[in-house]
């Protein structure tokens, strides 16, 4: 018994499916074009100089007399690396070697003592003020709110010349002046007053009933807010000392105007210190930013479910 032949309609993608088929290659060629400039600098960090600094220049050194590109003939080097890291052997050392280069001994630890102590005390503050701002109803309320969110809104630069001559004189006056507290603390209020709205957005979210339960079951408001409320807003306060922690590890302006001693500057002075003294050594430089750079992209990529999902329910309930 023969099938009746039935024609088939021709495959066509739904209007939906086509835009988002056009959004999706719109967004992978700006993220592309965003990822070039840094997969250069990382493979600028396995070339020679006269490779980087050739005219014209060519994006593997791989190039012979004969061809253009040759694999077997690929001129890798490591020098950037050596130069940054300064492997010392040490028969004290636990591997039997020790790190000298001045990134890790002095710039990297300082960066993660500021950033590290910033993020702990931001989260802190921000947290108690978010939730009496979310939870309580005094006098002055309103303005307290209006006036943390012009301060979130201030540029840096309009108090770097005051902060950078308060400094000036807590260092003439103060016998146990120390810069490291004094940045910390500048760091600290630059980043307090949005975790303030972003904390405060947090505990908005929290069902107030959650807390009254508590305290009918017998805790004190203490007692609620440590066992109930603090759990619940855990999330956005990983997301505030991340955000606090990644920007203090990227700001320069302040550590190298505030900081006066240079065994206590950060990560990012570290960088302009090494491009000054190896402007014709690119590959030194785009070692140092590789080194400096991986550090946030190895937490962020640790850290990406909790911190996004943190952002995203703190937008949405708050």
């Known amino acids: 018994m023969s099938v009746p032949w039935v024609a088939r309609r021709p495959f066509r993608l739904s209007r939906r499916a086509r835009t988002g088929a056009l959004v999706n290659a719109i967004l992978t060629s700006i993220c592309l074009v965003m990822l070039l400039p840094i997969a250069l600098t990382v493979l600028f960090t396995f070339e020679e100089k006269q490779d980087i600094t050739r005219n014209p220049p060519v994006l593997f050194p791989c190039d012979t007399p004969t061809a253009t590109f040759d694999i077997t003939a690929c001129r890798w080097s490591v020098e950037g690396y050596q130069r940054v890291f300064l492997v010392t052997p040490s028969a004290t050392a636990p591997l039997g070697f020790y790190l000298a280069g001045r990134l890790f001994t002095t710039y990297l630890p300082n960066t993660i003592l500021y950033a590290s102590a910033s993020g702990l005390l931001v989260m802190l503050l921000s947290g108690m003020s978010g939730f009496t701002l979310a939870r309580y109803r005094f006098r002055g309320r309103g303005a307290v709110m209006i006036f943390v969110l012009a301060l979130s809104g201030l540029p840096w630069m309009t108090d770097i010349i005051a902060l950078y001559q308060l400094s000036t004189v807590l260092r003439r006056v103060l016998p146990v002046y120390s810069d490291r507290v004094f940045i910390i603390i500048v760091y600290t209020g630059f980043f307090l007053p949005l975790s303030i709205w972003i904390a405060k957005g947090f505990f908005d979210a929290i069902p107030r009933e959650l807390e009254e339960a508590a305290l009918?079951?017998?805790?004190?408001?203490?007692?609620?807010?440590?066992?109930?409320?603090?759990?619940?807003?855990?999330p956005g306060m990983a997301a505030i000392f991340m955000l606090t922690f990644v920007s203090v590890w990227n700001e320069f302006i302040a550590g190298y105007l505030l900081i006066a001693k240079n065994n206590l500057m950060t990560a990012m002075f570290g960088m302009y210190d090494y491009m000054s003294m190896n402007?014709?050594?690119?590959?030194?430089?785009?070692?140092?930013?590789?080194?400096?750079?991986?550090?946030?992209?190895?937490?962020?990529?640790a850290a990406r479910n909790t911190f996004f999902r943190a952002m995203i329910e703190g937008a949405i309930k708050g």
């Open 216 to 234: 009918v079951d017998g805790c004190d408001p203490a007692g609620g807010f440590v066992r109930i409320t603090l759990p619940l807003a855990a």
């Open 279 to 301: 402007l014709a050594n690119p590959q030194v430089v785009a070692t140092a930013c590789v080194v400096v750079a991986a550090p946030m992209v190895v937490v962020f990529l």
